[in-house]
């Protein structure tokens, strides 16, 4: 069983549900973007079997570009406060030292940082400060850029070299290794090709020691794998639910720690089944 500082632990695959407080989120921009709506949202994932729940402020869609520091605080911590206050575990996705450090402070329990502490330097010695768990994602550059650097021999081994030295770098910062959590960066500088590679490969990356964390709730190439076969058009972000609950189902086969999904009642009972059947082959065999 993982055992994260200050996290639940569970018999299976967590479930982190998605609440974007921004405009501009590539499949719910604006919908939860008023505090008291985020706030609601994040309510009604929990109550539908999140077991996390994290809040961001700022999109980072390919091609989005950033918010200010204030922007980014005014969105987040009046949600991340009141969630937290209403017993729901929370999470908080930002890129910002400062902003994790208030989150934290407001009673968020997880930094979950996209760009494995590259975009601010600072963020090291605030997870270090804080103890909190912290997710380090594989990342390459901003999402204005990012397209650019989806360049790899072999995705699954640099990927996995990437993460290492992100980790080194981390824990010579002071960073305790029971603090880190893996996330390979689905749709970050990789294409549909390298996503797929990483997905088939998630045991290359359990192999490193640390849990991992998928993220591949109604992605692009989701999209690109379900076109329309008439038009190549790709399917819309909102319809791409029953796909992601498969990935969540097979990541938790897989041995991933946790998925983070932006509809959470279908992964929250494909989990459940994943490990109603890994547990029934473990007393068969």
Same mark, same amino acid.
């Given at each position: 069983?993982?055992?994260?500082?200050?996290?639940?632990?569970?018999?299976?695959?967590?479930?982190?549900?998605?609440?974007?407080?921004?405009?501009?989120?590539?499949?719910?921009?604006? @919908? /939860?973007?008023?505090?008291?709506? *985020? !706030? +609601?949202?994040?309510?009604?994932? *929990? +109550?539908?079997?999140?077991?996390?729940?994290?809040?961001?402020?700022?999109?980072?869609?390919?091609?989005?570009?950033?918010?200010?520091?204030?922007?980014?605080?005014?969105?987040?911590?009046?949600?991340?406060?009141?969630?937290?206050?209403?017993? !729901?575990?929370?999470?908080? $996705?930002? @890129?910002? +030292?400062?902003?994790?450090?208030?989150?934290?402070?407001?009673?968020?329990?997880?930094?979950?940082?996209?760009?494995?502490? #590259?975009? $601010?330097?600072?963020?090291?010695?605030?997870?270090?400060?804080?103890?909190?768990?912290? !997710?380090?994602?594989? /990342?390459?550059?901003?999402?204005?850029?990012?397209?650019?650097? +989806?360049?790899?021999? $072999?995705?699954?081994?640099?990927?996995?070299?990437?993460?290492?030295?992100?980790?080194?770098?981390?824990?010579?910062?002071?960073?305790?290794?029971?603090?880190?959590?893996?996330?390979?960066?689905?749709?970050?500088?990789?294409?549909?090709?390298?996503?797929?590679?990483?997905?088939?490969?998630?045991?290359?990356?359990?192999?490193?020691?640390?849990?991992?964390?998928? *993220?591949?709730?109604?992605?692009?190439?989701?999209?690109?794998?379900?076109?329309?076969?008439?038009?190549?058009?790709?399917?819309?972000?909102?319809?791409? $639910?029953?796909?992601?609950?498969?990935?969540?189902? #097979?990541?938790?086969?897989?041995?991933?720690?946790?998925?983070?999904?932006?509809?959470?009642?279908?992964?929250?009972?494909?989990?459940?089944? *994943?490990?109603?059947?890994?547990?029934?082959?473990?007393?068969?065999?």
């Amino acid at each position: 069983m993982i055992h994260l500082p200050g996290l639940p632990q569970l018999d299976r695959c967590a479930v982190m549900g998605i609440v974007n407080v921004t405009p501009d989120s590539f499949s719910d921009g604006g @919908m /939860w973007l008023d505090p008291a709506a *985020a !706030v +609601a949202h994040g309510l009604r994932l *929990a +109550a539908s079997g999140a077991d996390l729940v994290d809040v961001g402020g700022e999109s980072t869609r390919p091609g989005s570009h950033r918010v200010t520091e204030e922007e980014e605080l005014r969105r987040v911590i009046p949600v991340v406060r009141e969630l937290s206050g209403a017993g !729901v575990v929370v999470s908080i $996705d930002t @890129m910002r +030292a400062s902003v994790a450090e208030q989150a934290v402070a407001a009673g968020a329990r997880l930094v979950n940082d996209v760009s494995g502490g #590259l975009a $601010d330097a600072t963020m090291a010695q605030v997870v270090a400060d804080t103890g909190a768990p912290y !997710v380090l994602m594989h /990342w390459r550059g901003q999402s204005a850029e990012m397209d650019s650097l +989806a360049v790899y021999q $072999d995705v699954v081994a640099e990927v996995a070299a990437e993460l290492t030295q992100r980790m080194e770098a981390l824990l010579a910062a002071g960073v305790k290794e029971e603090q880190l959590i893996l996330d390979p960066g689905l749709g970050f500088a990789k294409t549909s090709e390298h996503n797929w590679a990483l997905l088939g490969r998630l045991d290359a990356l359990t192999a490193l020691g640390r849990p991992v964390l998928v *993220a591949a709730s109604r992605k692009r190439f989701l999209g690109t794998l379900l076109a329309n076969p008439e038009t190549g058009e790709p399917r819309p972000a909102r319809r791409r $639910d029953d796909a992601t609950a498969a990935i969540s189902t #097979l990541s938790a086969q897989a041995g991933a720690w946790a998925v983070r999904v932006h509809d959470v009642a279908g992964t929250a009972d494909a989990v459940r089944v *994943a490990a109603a059947w890994q547990q029934a082959a473990a007393r068969r065999g």
